[in-house]
């Protein structure tokens, strides 16, 4: 019984199935009958290389060459590609409401009464092979925003919405490219701007922008970029006849931009003229542009923007220019100080000392070069500096070389080093200091920051070292501890019966915030050994001028021995250094580690 039900409901199951592929496999072709049986034209669109449009007897002749639209009736110019796809994409799409086939006898009437027997508007298409297709516009239908349309040489009129019309009556200049250029940015390498007040070149080598007049100097080259794109594609808003008119002051235009185009022989020439007439055209000025036979408006600002600017205003105001990832060594020269060198070992850094190599703090080079890479000059203070020495840069406070090396010999490069770039580091003055490539003329102003921050001795080289327990003694062996400040009072402790007390206070028991204070400076007292000598020969300068002094009596082996801990000037990098007494060398004491001994025990 329940095999039986079983395929029953299967055999339905099956059944439904097939009825629904059946009737939705056939409906989907009906639709798609339906809608094809709609479309008043079959056109081979991606084809079509010719289109006209009649309009009242004025021609539009607009041709595809190589992808690209040209206008040739009733002007030779660029054409406007976005608009004319939408044309085409109208009239490939057009579908009718309705259609009427013409009564045999009677055709001719009845075309002369849709109005599609000789039609003022139409639209020709042409495809690569030759074919043909005209669409004639004819009168309005009864119907509101409809109107009748015929295909050339066939006996049926269509009714189709009015939107086609709309498109092919626009004015000849809504087909015409509104960019003033069609001449992409990244195409130009050289170009020049010449007005009343002088003229300003540059060049584009190798992917970069130089200023070659009226000074050398390295050019921003997003800016420079941006300018080119903004001036290329500035909006069209007027097109006049190709022969210039004395008002639009072409013939002695007040500025002239020439590009040199890559792959073009002739370089485009940019005219720009006089302020058109009319209160609204006030931001708008002519201009005349080699590529193109019409006379252009366009508006001041992306002209302005690059017209106005003076050399200054398009340098590079980065400090240095390099790529990171080709930098092998960097060789740091800091005057009376002995010279530092890092190079790329793998994916780190070290340290190199002839053929010696130490290891430096991890991430040193890549912050250092990242530093230089996103410096700015915050001033250009000389363009031809013939006195260095008034800027210290005769003879810098500070060298950084930048190198790449190659360990042997390839097609491309000798083994050994080759120099990138030398900056130069001068005096301070105030919140700035000099600066100059040793390379380039001009003296720039930098930011004191980047000046403190760069190394310019072994300490700030070496990596963090491991901690190590300093005093290496139990603390509940210490019985007195004298934290001695160079410019505070002491803080003087002893301990009686396993309880500290203020070796100079009342008697009496210290309050338990107190002793946790004294617990906590106990447990800091930690550091880690320098044992670079170049390091130490460093630090000892530091030491000569002790600011804290730490004793301490403990018990060891039933007897009483005292400890000195001596803390000198801190480091450039915030670190103490130290010394303790029965212990060989200099210590570093982390600014964590060091500052809480400056605090008052007690409130």
Do not use: C
């Not at 796809?85 to 009845?110: F, M, R, Y």
């Not at 020439?258 to 005219?271: A, F, I, Y």
């Not at 930098?446 to 491991?466: G, I, M, N």
């Amino acid at each position: 019984m329940k095999l039986r039900t079983t395929l029953l409901l299967a055999a339905i199951g099956g059944g439904l199935f097939a009825y629904i592929w059946f009737v939705d496999r056939h409906q989907s072709s009906t639709t798609e009958e339906t809608q094809t049986s709609a479309k008043v034209l079959k056109l081979e669109r991606d084809k079509i290389t010719s289109l006209s449009v009649r309009n009242a007897g004025m021609p539009l002749e607009l041709r595809k060459k190589d992808g690209v639209w040209t206008m040739e009736q009733p002007f030779e110019d660029r054409g406007e590609s976005a608009a004319i796809e939408q044309l085409l994409s109208l009239v490939d799409g057009l579908k009718h409401e309705s259609k009427i086939d013409l009564t045999p006898g009677k055709e001719a009437d009845q075309l002369k009464e849709f109005g599609v027997a000789e039609s003022e508007l139409s639209i020709k298409l042409k495809t690569d092979s030759g074919k043909e297709t005209e669409l004639l516009v004819g009168k309005d239908s009864a119907v509101e925003g409809k109107i009748y349309v015929r295909q050339q040489g066939q006996n049926r009129v269509y009714v189709v919405r009015n939107n086609l019309r709309t498109q092919l009556t626009k004015k000849t200049d809504d087909f015409r490219d509104h960019r003033l250029s069609a001449t992409p940015a990244q195409s130009v390498q050289k170009f020049a701007v010449k007005t009343a007040e002088g003229e300003i070149e540059l060049e584009r080598k190798n992917q970069h922008w130089n200023i070659l007049k009226p000074l050398r100097a390295r050019a921003a080259d997003a800016k420079i970029n941006d300018l080119l794109a903004g001036l290329l594609t500035a909006n069209v808003s007027q097109f006049f006849p190709e022969a210039p008119s004395p008002e639009q002051n072409l013939t002695e235009p007040r500025a002239t931009v020439t590009l040199q185009v890559e792959g073009s022989k002739d370089p485009v020439v940019l005219q720009v003229g006089a302020t058109p007439a009319g209160e609204e055209n006030q931001e708008k000025t002519f201009a005349k542009i080699s590529t193109r036979k019409a006379v252009t408006v366009v508006p001041n600002k992306p002209l302005d923007a690059l017209l106005k600017a003076r050399p200054n205003d398009l340098r590079d105001r980065k400090l240095v220019r390099f790529e990171s990832d080709i930098v092998d060594r960097i060789t740091i020269e800091p005057a009376g100080k002995p010279t530092l060198v890092l190079a790329r070992k793998g994916e780190a850094w070290v340290r190199k000392d002839g053929e010696k190599e130490t290891p430096v703090k991890d991430g040193l080079a890549a912050k250092l070069l990242a530093d230089l890479q996103t410096a700015e000059a915050v001033n250009f203070v000389a363009d031809l500096a013939t006195n260095l020495g008034q800027y210290g840069l005769a003879s810098p406070s500070l060298k950084i070389r930048l190198s790449s090396y190659a360990s042997e010999n390839t097609a491309e490069t000798k083994a050994g080093e080759k120099a990138i770039l030398t900056l130069l580091f001068g005096n301070i003055e105030g919140e700035s200091g000099y600066a100059k490539l040793e390379d380039e003329p001009y003296v720039v102003a930098a930011a004191k920051s980047l000046f403190e921050s760069l190394p310019t001795d072994v300490l700030a080289l070496l990596p963090v070292p491991a901690p190590e327990n300093l005093l290496e003694l139990n603390a509940d062996s210490i019985s007195t501890l004298a934290i001695l400040p160079k410019d505070a009072p002491p803080s003087l402790l002893e301990k009686k019966d396993a309880v500290w007390k203020l070796a100079h206070a009342a008697p009496g028991n210290l309050d338990l915030e107190t002793l946790k204070k004294i617990e906590s400076l106990l447990g800091l007292l930690q550091g880690g050994r320098i044992t670079d000598t170049s390091a130490e020969t460093i630090l000892a300068e530091n030491i000569k001028t002790p600011v804290l002094t730490v004793k301490v009596s403990h018990t060891k082996d039933a007897k009483e021995e005292n400890l000195i801990l001596t803390l000198g000037l801190p480091t450039k990098t915030g670190d103490y250094p130290a010394t303790l007494s029965g212990k060989q060398g200099i210590f570093l004491l982390s600014a964590a580690t060091a500052e809480p001994l400056f605090a008052k025990i007690l409130r």
